[in-house]
């Protein structure tokens, strides 16, 4: 009897563990509470700018909730950064000598001239003439700096840098055939896409999609998954406005 009860609580120790492990490790960060007033800053610019990026994504058949979703953890990075960053110097490089000597993050939804420069070219055929986004290539420039420095203009300005964000995801329905994915396997995809590079394989982008390389300073810290970020924002903030809701 004595054998009996000791298995009995020893099974209900074993349990009740079992459900603190279990929890514990199931549940997603609180992204909220780790960035702080960094998240806040890119929530209120969401619902400041909601107005006019949102009747530009709809225009395109692009879900809103999606296309934030993507670009949100760079809201959170560019308000944790926007203060103390120095990036005259690299953007006199990259206009005078190219990517290949100064490739950096650029604006509100952090975008790198390879990165833009991989958009223009690839952007017109995906977009089609009723987009309203025209990006002019490198032939409609006398030389290829002044080409360069219109990519730093258009990134520097919130407006014409969004309309990257709405060429990408045009891209990446036409490359990679996002349409087959269910909801939560779509955004992840694109969210690291986004953060990881257009360039890259299907296969390749799939691979990187749970690496954790996202992190807010300078110099490194604890490193978080950017499309795991994404999906937090998209579970707990997104509008219902036109996303296919999972």
């Known amino acids: 009897?004595?054998?009996?009860?000791?298995?009995?609580?020893?099974?209900?120790?074993f349990i009740f563990l079992l459900f603190i492990f279990t929890r514990t490790f199931s549940q997603s960060p609180d992204y909220k509470e780790i960035f702080g007033s960094d998240w806040e800053k890119a929530l209120a610019f969401e619902r400041e700018n909601r107005s006019w990026?949102?009747?530009l994504l709809e225009h395109n058949n692009i879900p809103y909730d999606l296309a934030i979703a993507v670009i949100f953890p760079e809201l959170v990075r560019y308000s944790a950064l926007r203060d103390k960053m120095e990036i005259t110097l690299l953007k006199a490089l990259y206009i005078n000598l190219g990517q290949q000597y100064a490739n950096f993050s650029i604006g509100q939804f952090q975008i790198k001239p390879s990165f833009a420069e991989t958009i223009r070219r690839d952007g017109p055929a995906a977009l089609g003439r009723r987009s309203g986004i025209f990006f002019k290539q490198p032939d409609d420039f006398e030389n290829i700096s002044d080409y360069r420095k219109s990519i730093v203009t258009d990134l520097e300005k919130t407006e014409t840098e969004f309309n990257y964000v709405v060429a990408f995801y045009k891209?990446?329905?036409?490359?990679?055939?996002?349409?087959r994915m269910d909801q939560t396997k779509?955004?992840?995809?694109l969210a690291t896409a986004y953060n990881y590079g257009l360039d890259k394989s299907t296969e390749e982008i799939?691979?990187?999609?749970?690496?954790?390389?996202?992190?807010t300073k300078l110099?490194?810290?604890?490193?978080y998954s950017y499309a795991d970020v994404a999906l937090?924002?998209?579970d707990n903030y997104r509008t219902g406005s036109g996303d296919g809701s999972m």
Do not use: D
């Open 186 to 189: 779509k955004l992840k995809f």
């Open 53 to 55: 990026m949102q009747p």
């Open 206 to 215: 799939e691979s990187m999609t749970g690496g954790k390389y996202f992190n």
């Open 232 to 234: 937090y924002w998209y």
């Open 219 to 223: 110099f490194k810290t604890q490193n």
């Open 1 to 13: 009897m004595q054998n009996t009860i000791l298995n009995v609580r020893t099974l209900s120790v």
């Open 171 to 179: 891209i990446c329905e036409k490359k990679f055939r996002i349409g």
